[in-house]
């Protein structure tokens, strides 16, 4: 992923890496340093670096991906960004995360850039933080909020995700084992089971121990 990134980036191209949260957030900081070690200031300018998801509260709350990122080392230094919080309210924050991927997408896809995606899978199948069964799944929009069990979820939706060129997922643990099984083996609805999103993506690497 990092030799990826840093070859278009030599290459004088715009990248827009979407990173997760969650187990992969050391996936994300190693990736980051790795990077950094392979490309110069300037080029390093022409990488921005989003979400694919994030918990709704207060800039910085503990559940944040965002904050947890940073507290784990993810060096945002030199490089565009485009945190999901910004102190607004939900619908606030949705419709302008909405509005900026699709300018950050379309200006990638329109200079031959490269839309680079880091993402789990979870347990039920999700991907970045649409559930199953959420409204993200059916939502017109580049992002969709929804309340869910655990957290308020803001997240890319299928029209977004299926603008990713390259996609590496990350599945580790016996836990992951019957998703990963079902999205190997079965084609069934993103409604049902949203990895499935990644069958759309023309480049889609899955790492696991568990396949």
């Not at 992923?1 to 278009?8: E, K, T, Y």
């Not at 827009?16 to 300037?42: F, H, Q, Y």
């Amino acid at each position: 992923m990092a030799a990826r990134i840093a070859l278009a980036l030599n290459a004088g191209k715009r990248v827009l890496w979407l990173v997760c949260g969650g187990s992969n957030i050391p996936v994300a900081v190693e990736t980051m340093d790795a990077v950094r070690s392979r490309v110069g200031k300037e080029e390093l300018s022409r990488l921005t670096v989003a979400l694919t998801d994030e918990r709704y509260g207060p800039v910085g709350h503990k559940d944040s991906n965002w904050e947890q990122l940073t507290e784990r080392g993810f060096d945002f230094t030199g490089i565009a960004t485009a945190p999901v919080l910004v102190g607004r309210s939900l619908d606030t924050t949705v419709s302008e995360y909405a509005m900026r991927m699709k300018e950050l997408m379309e200006a990638a896809i329109a200079s031959g850039g490269l839309i680079i995606g880091l993402f789990g899978i979870g347990v039920d199948g999700h991907i970045a933080g649409a559930l199953p069964g959420s409204p993200a799944l059916d939502d017109p929009r580049y992002v969709s909020g929804y309340s869910a069990q655990d957290f308020v979820r803001i997240t890319l939706t299928p029209v977004a995700l299926k603008k990713v060129g390259v996609a590496y997922a990350f599945a580790f643990g016996a836990s992951k084992k019957i998703a990963l099984g079902s999205l190997i083996s079965k084609d069934l609805p993103i409604v049902e089971q949203p990895s499935q999103i990644l069958k759309s993506i023309s480049e889609a690497f899955l790492c696991s121990d568990q396949v």
